[in-house]
């Protein structure tokens, strides 16, 4: 079997605390995108089912490795309350799966909570790079709650910047 480097003590700098998940999510895709393994977390990379395969075993082996690396990226991204939730689950796509369906429920109310936390924002004693960075972000976070349909969708795009803009 070839050997590999022991990357599995890397991690994302974004940690999951249950109200990131959407920014947390789009980090950690890219960064097992860049492994080639995010193919575990889509479920496309599915263990080896014909034992007659010559190396077998191998496919296996690296297939678990690869899988447990995946869960200790995961683990290492997320608070320590969210990861003893996932020790239940064996693979990667169940981990994943998991999060996904406990954190994108409430899209509608953390878009919600996002557009008030808009209105609400105020100068006060910040200067403008700080009032404009802190607005920015909210609107940015607001976006990555979007749907994949309307962050294509020219006019609606085009509604949201003069939404932004009127904000500032």
Do not use: C
């Amino acid at each position: 079997m070839v050997s590999r480097k022991d990357d599995s003590l890397q991690s994302i700098s974004v940690q999951l605390d249950g109200k990131n998940y959407t920014y947390w999510s789009y980090v950690m895709k890219n960064f097992l995108r860049a492994k080639s393994l995010r193919s575990y977390v889509t479920g496309v990379r599915i263990k080896p089912t014909d034992e007659t395969t010559t190396n077998y075993a191998d496919l296996v082996d690296s297939r678990e490795v690869d899988n447990s690396k995946i869960i200790t990226w995961i683990n290492n991204s997320v608070t320590h309350f969210i990861g003893v939730q996932l020790a239940k689950y064996e693979t990667t796509k169940e981990v994943w799966d998991h999060l996904a369906r406990l954190y994108t429920q409430s899209n509608f109310a953390k878009q919600y909570q996002l557009e008030t936390d808009i209105r609400a924002l105020q100068q006060n004693d910040k200067n403008v790079q700080e009032f404009y960075s802190a607005m920015s972000n909210l609107w940015d976070q607001l976006a990555l709650t979007e749907s994949a349909e309307l962050r294509i969708f020219e006019p609606y795009l085009a509604r949201r910047e003069e939404q932004g803009l009127v904000q500032f």
